[in-house]
């Protein structure tokens, strides 16, 4: 009778059953973290996306760079621009609107005065619109509206789909007096305070 005798391997390559599970185990966690990183990359991709939709036709967060609207808006203060509202309605007087500018083609904040087929009368620093003196509550008390031609008095009339936009600090303040009426195309929404 012989009795079986464990075998010991010597040599190089270890005979050992496990082995070959934890290849299985690699490729399965393999697969784990592939499936892992395509769903970040999912999560990210949409969440740019959303970013990138609310900015351009929803909200979109501004900074006012000048003195042009004090004292309604001041310099270095943040608001939100509502881009959708022009799409559900026109634009309206009084509305602060944040418009790119025709004479640098940059951003600027400035309130709408007269929308298509009103008509801007500047006389002995006062607006008239449509032949009625403008009450802008909304200006520091004592500030003139001069026109910044060579004459005192301008009279503007608005064609179709052009607005008539001023600062509130009319004596620091590029707008229509200087580059005429905005297309309605150059207004972007207004601002919400």
């Excluded at 040599?11 to 784990?32: H, I, Y």
Aim: proline share 7%; charged share 20%; with cysteine.
């Amino acid at each position: 009778m012989r009795a079986a005798m464990p075998i010991l391997n010597s040599g190089s390559t270890p005979a050992r059953p496990a082995s070959l599970p934890l290849a299985r185990k690699a490729r399965v966690d393999l697969r784990v973290v592939l499936r892992q990183g395509f769903q970040c990359l999912a999560v990210l991709v949409l969440a740019a996306a959303c970013y990138l939709l609310i900015s351009r036709f929803l909200l979109q967060s501004v900074s006012v760079v000048g003195r042009s609207m004090v004292p309604t808006l001041y310099d270095s203060q943040h608001y939100l621009l509502n881009r959708w509202v022009y799409h559900v309605h026109a634009p309206r007087h009084s509305d602060v609107v944040v418009l790119r500018d025709p004479s640098d083609n940059g951003f600027s904040v400035k309130r709408i005065i007269a929308a298509p087929g009103d008509s801007v009368y500047l006389k002995d620093g006062s607006v008239y619109l449509n032949g009625c003196k403008l009450n802008e509550a909304y200006l520091a008390p004592g500030t003139p509206t001069f026109s910044n031609s060579q004459y005192q008095d301008k009279l503007i009339l608005c064609g179709k789909d052009q607005y008539f936009v001023l600062g509130d600090n009319r004596l620091n303040s590029i707008d229509s007096r200087t580059y005429g009426p905005v297309p309605r195309r150059n207004l972007l929404g207004p601002i919400i305070r």
